[in-house]
């Protein structure tokens, strides 16, 4: 079993619509939480950034981490053609350690 | 915020040559930097950690003496694959971390390599 895993998508919706991205994970030290968005050919670029368990909002985007069951969410509200990328969950046990990413799940909108 | 830059952000060259990639910390410190290395449509694979002016931690797998790791500066890291091969070929990047920052990584835009 990998450590951290994702649906690897290609995942399409139309414009406007509610997107849900998850991860899931088995290391139960995992305490650090990250988001990031990575377009074709570019570096990736952080979107959420959240400390154990609860839910964190920051415009169109929630992160949500459910550590009982070891599964955190993003949802984007009002998908954009402009959100279409992949987007990675990572994540760590202590702060300032290594991240351990997911494999990233491609996301289509569609106008 | 934090910015990062890569050179070059893409390169070709012949089998056998050396190739050096550059990541630069550009307004801020980067105590720690990292290298990873990407393969189409699969996520990123931490290949080294280094920490300005000691060697580098290398992961499971990774050859030391073909990926050369020199982070001789808090503003600079150098990635050198030496005696390129074809399968070499994939998306590099590089991130860094500073001392204000401690938990965040912050990504470099990539260089592409390709080796013929």
């Known amino acids: 079993q990998k450590e951290v895993e994702q649906d690897p998508g290609p995942l399409s919706v139309p414009e406007g619509a509610i997107v849900s991205l998850n991860c899931t994970y088995s290391?139960?030290?995992?305490?650090?939480f990250m988001w990031y968005r990575q377009y074709s050919r570019k570096g990736p670029e952080l979107l959420m950034y959240t400390y154990s368990s609860g839910n964190k909002e920051d415009g169109r985007f929630t992160a949500q981490v459910d550590k009982s069951s070891k599964y955190i969410s993003l949802f984007i509200r009002d998908s954009q053609p402009s959100d279409s990328a992949t987007y990675l969950c990572a994540m760590s046990v202590r702060y300032g350690q290594n991240f351990v990413f997911g494999p990233g799940t491609r996301l289509s909108v569609l106008p | 915020g934090a910015v990062v830059s890569q050179h070059p952000s893409w390169v070709i060259c012949k089998s056998g040559t050396s190739v050096k990639i550059e990541c630069r910390s550009l307004?801020?410190?980067?105590?720690?930097m990292f290298w990873y290395r990407q393969f189409p449509k699969q996520s990123l694979m931490l290949m080294a950690t280094?920490?300005?002016?000691?060697?580098?931690?290398?992961e499971q797998g990774v050859e030391k003496d073909k990926f050369l790791i020199n982070h001789a500066s808090l503003t600079l890291s150098t990635l050198t694959v030496t005696s390129a091969h074809p399968e070499d070929s994939s998306f590099y990047i590089c991130?860094?971390?500073?001392?204000?920052?401690?938990?965040?990584?912050?990504f470099g835009p990539g260089t592409r390599l390709t080796v013929l």
């Open positions: 290391n139960s030290a995992f305490q650090y």
């Open positions: 991130s860094a971390r500073g001392l204000s920052s401690y938990n965040e990584q912050f």
């Open positions: 280094s920490n300005e002016g000691s060697k580098a931690t290398y």
């Open positions: 307004d801020f410190q980067a105590t720690t």
